[in-house]
Nanobody, 112 residues
Framework: VQLQASGGGSVQAGGSLRLSCVAS?????????MGWYRQAPGKQRELVAD??SGVADSVKGRFTISRGNSKTLYLQMNSLKPEDTAVYYC???????????WGQGTQVTVSS
């Protein structure tokens, strides 16, 4: 299973970015959930948004998670803040819950 994430970059505060993630090597019926996590320097990886449960409180009203097709996931990030700076990872869990996969990460840098 491969998760290919893209769309990161450097923006000024208040700007927008759209992250994309495409899953391959897994059949649709095996996908239980997909989501986005992020990890800032010196901090633990945290959940940003999950297609089933929505977005975290810290990004509510600014970020939107959506699915293009069964294997494509997006994260629309608006009104970005410097504290959103992190490496963002796409995540996929199988329906059985037995396996979990991670993308390679895409860097998001927000300057003030």
């Amino acid at each position: 299973v491969q998760l290919q994430a893209s769309g990161g970059g450097s923006v000024q505060a208040g700007g927008s970015l759209r992250l994309s993630c495409v899953a391959s090597g897994i059949i649709t019926s095996n996908i239980g959930s997909m989501g986005w996590y992020r990890q800032a320097p010196g901090k633990q990886r945290e959940l940003v948004a999950d297609i089933s449960s929505g977005v975290a409180d810290s990004v509510k009203g600014r970020f939107t998670i959506s699915r293009g097709n069964s294997k494509t996931l997006y994260l629309q990030m608006n009104s970005l803040k410097p504290e959103d700076t992190a490496v963002y990872y796409c995540n996929c869990k199988t329906y059985s819950g037995n396996s979990e996969y991670w993308g390679q990460g895409t860097q998001v840098t927000v300057s003030s």
